[in-house]
């Protein structure tokens, strides 16, 4: 059986997930906390790829891309990398369709907890940010946690956009949900079922170690 | 309204009367839309300059209702988290000693009871030997004698570190032990201020009068007088009384009996 799809898929999805953690925490403790007008729109564009169609957001973000467009050209020559059929433009993609995946999970987590515990925080001098590191995160584990499994979860089963931005290139942009799609296209069922079998199994036994951690960091929680 | 630097300041009303967020707005959690703050001759907050001085910068200490601990931190933690770097960390053993909570210094706030958890805040505060300290209604959660070791606690760390002390409650017994002042607040409005007694002892009660205040809770008509069971200071008592004062004694109703006494009639009880 050859080994690069899934090993693309797994990949592309640490990446993502990992870019996302580090982008989403400031977002959600921003969109948690932060008091601004513009609240409404920034939560309807965050919240898009959980209603449009991933083609959709595939469709355009191949058209931005394209070299043939005055944005994909300027990207080029900018870092000099090709973004439409790469490894690249599958992670970018990525990035934006499971956005709110990592992003809500977080704000719902951080605005769980009392706001009288950043409070006490800052009568004992400590500002936002060390606030939010040292006390708002360690208090958020479960949260963290699910917000990233979502996310990875998420990204392994893309399909639509991947296959739009990525264009199917083997060792490159095909990853296990697009081969299996192929597979079955050309009625290779037992090839097939390799890959389905792997990935079902591979993110069952993913989610059920997140899932143990999270009910003993859960038991530790609770009142005595 | 200002306060006398080194006093204990009770702030109380009904639900509602903005206690809690008068407090809040001095410790510059909350932002009024008009007000003028000072402190030490320091400019807290002045809407019409537009100065708003942060929180973290206020040297105060506040203890929430809800106590706010930090979860994942031990005893010991929550209260060096308030340490500033190069400060010498034996104000902490010093304050897990007064509340007498070595033995549980590394445990966290949730194997402690409501009590012990109520001593951490109040230490936590004063960890950075603030100034002032603000109290929000930190006794309301717990039994009567809890609440007296505690405000023993809190009188105990002002006469040591000599802070002043803001507490909003609404418990009177807590007012007359601990504060100096009292304002009461009604709408966002200061209607009292004053002593605790000027404004809780009423002006006729003379000296040799005793006077009862207490809440009825039943109260039952028989032919020659009504037996009524009421809430005086704590405890419930049974009173006969004469059929006369029946419309006065409903349920719900307060009540003031006065008795006059015979310094002759009083004998000391020797326990």
Sequence with gaps: MDWQPLLLTFKLASITSIILLVVSLPLAYWLAFGKFKARGIIEAIIGMPLVLPPSVIGFYLLLAFSPSYWFGAWIENLIGLRIVFSFTGLVIASVIYSLPFMVYPLRAGLQSLPLSLQEASFTMGKGRFETFYKILLPNCKPAILTAFVLTFAHTVGEFGVVLMIGGNIPGVTKVASVAIYDEVEALNYTVANQYALVLFAITFAILLIVYSINNRLLRVRQPA | MSILEGSILAVTGP???????LLRQIAGLVRPQNGHIQYHGKLWLDTNSKINLPTQKRNIGFVFQDYALFPHLTVRENLAFGLEKGTDAAIVEELIDSIELRQLADRKPYQLSGGQQ??????????????????????????????????????????????TMI???????????????????????????????????????????????????????????????ALIQQNIQELKLPLHMESDFHPGRSFALRYALNMADITLIDK
């Design chain 2, 15 to 21: 639900s509602g009367a903005g206690k809690t967020t």
């Design chain 2, 118 to 163: 109520q001593r951490v805040a109040l230490a936590r505060a004063l960890v950075r030997k603030p100034d002032l300290l603000l109290l929000d209604e930190p006794l309301s959660a717990l039994d009567h004698s809890m609440r007296g070791n505690l405000q023993e606690l809190i009188l105990k760390f002002h006469q040591q570190y000599g802070f």
């Design chain 2, 167 to 229: 507490i909003v409650t609404h418990d009177l017994g807590e007012i007359f032990r601990l504060a100096n002042q009292v304002i009461v607040l009604e709408n966002g409005k200061i209607i009292k201020r004053g002593t605790p007694s000027q404004i809780y002892l009423p002006a006729e009660n003379t000296g040799n009068d005793l006077v009862l205040y207490g809440e009825v809770l039943t109260s039952v008509i028989y032919p020659d007088h009504i037996l009524v069971r």
